[in-house]
């Protein structure tokens, strides 16, 4: 086992869980006022948040004094369901059938709680793939345009994100990224981070004036959202790694 105490500054910080060596991303806070700790949804790291004081050696020692809820955060988690005929894949909420046939058009479609898709098995994965981004590119830029307007400023260019640690993104420059994965939860649920994200071209931080335009931005029930987020949103990582 790694003595985290003597560890060189220069490298990332690890724990191990049942066999599993997983990095321990360290985030101060300002508006930090507790050590707080959670998993990557995709399992891959362990997250400590900290006040601007907190001590590293504390925050590690803490990691390491909680490796059994660790372990039962990440035993926990949805198993990997890579797509293949005859399975399942996520959409807007709704879980549809693969209905694969190789004389099939290739270009995946929309049947009767199904998605249809022809072609090479082999490919299979990586064309659902391209078309959940496309059509979650296409979704994302009318909620962009919507809340924009409701926000009274011009729509910034849209990038998809592959983040493994935030839903959606606002940059100093207004420049918005959101997570494509958003595409298989429900319809409200990835119109509550596209409309955060409005909020920030606004306010650019989380003060009661940024959470009273997002409440009015928002046309749903964002503690909703959030709660979907928090207890569904780990499984968006289940399918294609």
């Known amino acids: ?4 105490l003597k560890r060189n500054p220069r490298e990332v910080p690890v724990i191990e869980i049942d066999g599993h060596v997983l990095p321990i991303v360290i985030r101060r806070l300002s508006n930090a006022r507790r050590m707080t700790m959670r998993v990557a949804p995709d399992g891959s790291e362990v997250r400590l948040s900290l006040p601007r004081w ?10 390491r004094s909680r490796r059994d809820w660790l372990a039962e955060q ?13 399975g399942v894949i996520r959409y807007r909420g709704e879980t549809l059938r693969i ?28 064309r659902l793939k ?8 296409a979704l994302l830029a009318d909620d962009l345009t919507f809340y924009c307007a409701r926000a009274g400023r011009a729509a910034p260019k849209l990038a998809l994100s592959n983040a493994r640690r935030r839903w959606g993104s606002c940059g100093p420059d207004g420049a918005i990224r959101i997570n494509w994965r958003l595409v298989m939860a429900p319809d409200f649920v990835r119109r509550s981070v596209v409309a955060h994200e409005v909020a920030h071209l606004v306010h650019f931080d989380h003060s009661p004036r940024f959470h009273s335009l997002l409440g009015e931005l928002f046309e ?17 990582y289940s399918s294609f790694g």
Do not use: Y
């Open 1 to 4: 086992m790694i003595d985290w």
């Open 54 to 63: 907190g001590r590293t050696a504390e925050a590690l020692a803490f990691a």
């Open 74 to 86: 990440i035993a926990a988690m949805p198993k990997a369901q890579v797509p293949e005929a005859g």
């Open 99 to 126: 209905d694969h046939t190789l004389q099939g058009r290739r270009k995946p479609e929309l049947a009767n709680g199904a998605i249809r898709i022809g072609g090479p098995v082999e490919s299979l994965q990586a």
């Open 130 to 137: 391209r078309w959940l981004e496309a059509e979650a590119r």
């Open 220 to 236: 749903g029930n964002l503690d909703q959202a959030n709660a979907w987020l928090k207890r569904e949103g780990r499984g968006l």
